[in-house]
T-cell receptor, first 117, second 115 residues
Framework: AQKVTQAQTEISVVEKEDVTLDCVYE???????LFWYKQPPSGELVFLIR??????QNEISGRYSWNFQKSTSSFNFTITASQVVDSAVYFC??????????????FGTGTRLTIIP | DAGVIQSPRHEVTEMGQEVTLRCKPI?????LFWYRQTMMRGLELLIY????????DSGMPEDRFSAKMPNASFSTLKIQPSEPRDSAVYFC?????????????FGQGTRLTVV
């Protein structure tokens, strides 16, 4: 069975600090997909990134970067120079490969990030 | 692109009443998902459809819950009769499944309160 663990329930940092959100996953499949979603106070779920299990390259998008390490089953998310607008709950999620492609997402419990002005 | 559209955004109903949540997926997407978010259980998948066919409904809590997708542009999630423990935010999501896994795009959710 697949599982996603986000051990950090809440994090608070002062604006402009860097912050890393941890995500550890468990799966028996060799083909799987990892995701990060953002849930701002307004409540919607916003897609941030998708990674497949065969691509371990780290990715950077503006102030966001992701570190995928299969050896430790981790897919960590770093925000550089944090801003108040980054305050949200962040979810890491996993789906296993299937004939239908994007099958069900298993979500972690989320990390509530608060950026203090 | 209008994104995934859910209605209503908020629903308050009395215990025992029937509740119907609606979802319009992104045009051209062929997979649709219903998720529920609660404080206790987090985000959990209830059911998903591929090409309008239910593929996995193992997350549907009990027979009071049913979901339909009569066509590619519309889905409903019905709870009958509703109970206070059904209070949650219900999200609909859609994706385009081709040969590789793709991301799911979520609607804004329906906040259901059963009193």
């Amino acid at each position: 069975a697949q599982k996603v663990t986000q051990a950090q329930t809440e994090i608070s940092v002062v604006e402009k600090e860097d912050v890393t959100l941890d995500c550890v996953y468990e799966t028996r499949d060799t083909t799987y997909y990892l995701f990060w979603y953002k849930q701002p106070p307004s409540g919607e779920l916003v897609f941030l990134i998708r990674r497949n299990s065969f691509d371990e390259q780290n990715e950077i998008s503006g102030r966001y970067s992701w570190n995928f390490q299969k050896s430790t089953s981790s897919f960590n998310f770093t925000i550089t120079a944090s801003q108040v607008v980054d305050s949200a709950v962040y979810f890491c999620a996993l789906s296993e490969g299937s004939d239908f492609g994007n099958e069900k997402l298993t979500f972690g419990t989320g990390t509530r990030l608060t950026i203090i002005p | 692109d209008a994104g995934v559209i859910q209605s209503p955004r908020h629903e308050v109903t009395e215990m025992g009443q029937e509740v119907t949540l609606r979802c319009k997926p992104i045009s051209g997407h062929n997979s649709l998902f219903w998720y529920r978010q609660t404080m206790m259980r987090g985000l959990e998948l209830l059911i998903y459809f591929n090409n309008n066919v239910p593929i996995d409904d193992s997350g549907m809590p009990e027979d009071r819950f049913s979901a339909k997708m009569p066509n590619a542009s519309f889905s409903t999630l019905k709870i009958q009769p509703s109970e206070p423990r059904d209070s949650a935010v219900y999200f609909c999501a859609s994706s385009l499944v081709r040969t590789m896994n793709t991301e799911a795009f979520f609607g804004q959710g329906t906040r259901l309160t059963v009193v």
